[in-house]
């Protein structure tokens, strides 16, 4: 779920959601919704040890390192066995990660034939269906994204990554109590920097700034070793320091996001936005247009 971009401080809509996008929940050891919103500190949740996967900014229950290689590798397996239904589950959803890397919006459609071709050989099954309401999600399609979700929950009802996909359907539509539920089963089920990040933006949405960056630095805590996980973290703890008026912590976080994934346009954006706050326009110009270069999206081009 995305504050920003992503994910998206651009408006409350999908794109700040994924971008969540992707994009986050508490932890497993929170109790409820009360539990999960109330405080600002979260010893258990660390104690709780959440999961190194990402759930909720590559939607998959893959883990994400070079995905165009695993892109490939993929390939070639299907290319072996034209009939692996779990190996189209995995590239569809590892489509969806380079789109979210590249900002190719190709990778969407090639998303859906994997996806729908492996409903063909497994139908029913429950990643799949989930994979298909992410990609729902991803095209601002919410309701049929909330329908998916809801239908892959019914096979699996245990999916934490399942409830992201609903609750990020819910959010979008307005349905924030319901939303909120559906983040803390999340958290409950499984912490990681889905549940982090998902339990961050819904404080945020409830005013609660500094609650939201406690959050959403277990999520950053909770993508370690997985480049561009990481950097979307550390992207969307600097709006939060922004929104807060901490420049200084926000350009910290962006410079660390771009550290961990070079060329990351999102860093590149919010350090242009700090430098333009500070009266450093030129500096602020210069790193706009390298975000533009990189993702020509629609916010970067109005900034620049």
Known sequence: MGRSQPGATEP?????????????????????????????????????????????RPDAGLAVGDTATLVAQLQGRLRADPRDAKGYTMLGLAYQQRARE???????????????????????DALTIGGLGSLALSRHRFREALTLGRRSLRLAPESARTYGVIGDALIELGRYDEAFRAFDTMAQLKPSLGAYARVSYARELLGRPQDAIAAMRLAVESAANQPEATAWARVQLGKLYWSVGKLGAAAGEYRGALATF?????????????????GHTRRAIALETRAVDAIPLPQFVGLL
């Open 262 to 278: 070079p060329g990351y346009a999102y860093a590149f954006d919010g350090l242009a936005q700090v430098n333009a706050a500070r």
């Open 102 to 124: 590249t900002g190719d919006p190709t990778y969407y459609p090639r998303s859906e034939r994997a996806l729908r071709r492996a409903l063909q050989l497994a139908p029913g």
């Open 12 to 56: 409350v809509t999908r794109s700040r959601l994924i971008v969540l996008v992707t994009v986050a929940a508490l932890a497993a050891a929170v109790a409820m919704l009360g539990g999960a919103f109330r405080g600002s500190s979260a010893p258990d949740a660390r104690a709780a040890s959440p999961s190194r996967s990402v759930d909720a």
